[in-house]
Structures are given as C-alpha cells and as structure tokens.
C-alpha cells in the first residue's frame, strides 16, 4: 500500500509538472456582488447586482446566463405574488431569478423531480398538514438524494413549531417567520443561499474530477506493477488542460518513466 501511493505521489507529481497551473481561487469563478442597503425599503435599486451586469459587448452579444431557479412553495397564492414580486430584480452573479410555483408538499417533490437544477426552495411549513414542510425537507434529502438545493423554511405560524429543534433535526439552511422576513431580510438570505448553492457545485465538479483522476492514476499504477506500459490522455490542472502522456516501466521496481506533451 505505501509503494502504491508513492507511485500515486510521483505520477501525480510529473504530471502536474506537464500542465502550467494558474491559481485560482473559487472566488473568481464568478462575480461576488457588493450590495449597499438603503433606509427606505420602498427603493429597489438596491437588488440589482450592477458589477455583475454583463458588459455591453456581451449585450450585443446575445449573451444572456441561465437564471438562477427559485421554487416557492406555499398554499397561499398570496405569498407567491408577493414573494415572486418582491425578489422580480434581484441579480446575483450576472443572473436573474427564475419563479417555479408549488402549492403543497407532494407537488413540491414532482417539481424538484422535474428540476433537479433548482437552486433554492422557499419552503412553507404548514400546507396540507401541519408538518408538510418539514416533511418535504426531509423526503428531499433522503428521497430525491438533492443535498445541493439550499432550503429556507417559512412559517405563518411559529408557535406551531420551535425554531430550535427544526434547525437541529431537518437538513435545512434557514427558518423564518413570515411576518419578520422584510424585503431586504428576504434577498439576503436569497442571495447568501445562492451564493452557498454556487461554492457547492464548485466543490462538487472538483471532487467528481478527483474521483476520475484517482481511478484513473490506479488503472495506470496498476498496470505499471505488472510491468504494462501505459499511453493515453489525461484532463488535469486547473484550469483544465488536455495532456497526451506516455508511461513505462524503468527496469526497477517501483520505477518508471513517463513523457508527453499539453494537447490544449
């Protein structure tokens, strides 16, 4: 097992060394937007990402980034009207939001099912029963297996229910009553679930890309155990470059030599 993984260590070592790297922070994966809030909540300019704009060139252009996907679920069509309007100009990273409407728990899920790139759910937590919402929460976690979507519950009721011991039992990202989320306390926590929402896909492509490497680099340590020489392209550094590698054995055990060259 230590041979293995110091074979792992020095391939590992000579192929980075193939690839120039660029360090770059998942902080500049996408624009962070600086949001000044004024006194007056009656001003909405103050939910416009203005850095985050596309640039006019970008504009003519055509260009125009998916918006970020927002699913409410309420039995209350009131509260879709008035949440939908209050967030209808709230910009984050260059993306607007986009309203998806459920109006009870089993209808949230077939939603969810159908959508699997919801970004966030405004969640209600009595519907149809009294506990629909954490229901919901919960089956979205353990049933759907979506454990990127960020969760914020409502609640029109708080007595019904204690804040303290849903935050501790249900896989949730914030607990809210209706009547204490103002506009601006509604897209702050909007954009800080989005922003939470962003980092995790971030951190899930770079692990699904650790994965495929590390059993890739097995497959070839493997082969070079048993003495099998081993050519082929590899995706690796990051940002991401295409490298066409030759490796073999160097005649002594736990020894080999490996050469090529950056395709893109």
């Known amino acids: ?65 998916a918006p970020w996907r927002v699913l409410i679920v309420d039995d209350d069509v009131d509260v879709h009207v008035v949440t939908k309007f209050s967030l209808s100009n709230a910009v984050f990273m260059g993306r607007r939001l986009s309203f998806l409407h459920a109006y009870s728990g089993e209808e949230a899920l077939a939603t969810l099912r159908n959508n699997p790139d919801v970004a966030l759910v405004l969640l209600d937590v009595i519907m149809e029963t009294s506990d629909a919402g954490l229901r919901v929460a ?11 979507v960020r969760i914020v519950l409502r609640t029109g009721q708080p007595g019904q229910a204690l804040e303290h011991s849903i935050i501790l039992d249900y896989d949730i990202n914030d607990f809210w009553c209706k009547t204490d989320l103002t506009t601006r306390k509604l897209f702050t926590t909007v954009i800080s679930s989005l922003r939470n929402y962003s980092d995790l896909q971030i951190l899930q492509a770079q692990l699904a890309q650790y994965n495929a490497h590390r059993e890739q680099f097995a497959a070839i340590l493997h082969g070079l155990q048993k003495g099998e ?14 490298v066409d590698i030759q490796v073999q054995p160097d005649g002594e055990p736990g020894s080999f030599k490996a050469s090529g060259h950056i395709l893109k």
């Open 1 to 65: 097992m230590y041979a293995f993984l110091q074979l792992t260590e020095r391939l590992e070592n000579i192929l980075t060394k193939l690839v120039p790297q660029n360090n770059v922070s998942t902080t500049d994966k996408g624009k962070c937007m600086d949001v000044k809030v004024p006194d007056d909540d009656s001003s909405e300019g103050w939910m416009i990402d203005d850095e985050a704009q596309a640039s006019s060139a970008e504009q003519a252009a055509g260009a125009n980034p």
């Open 138 to 148: 919960n089956q979205i976690r353990t049933e759907l297996k979506n454990e990127l």
């Open 229 to 242: 020489a081993w050519s082929g392209k590899l995706v690796i550094g990051q940002p991401a470059s295409t």
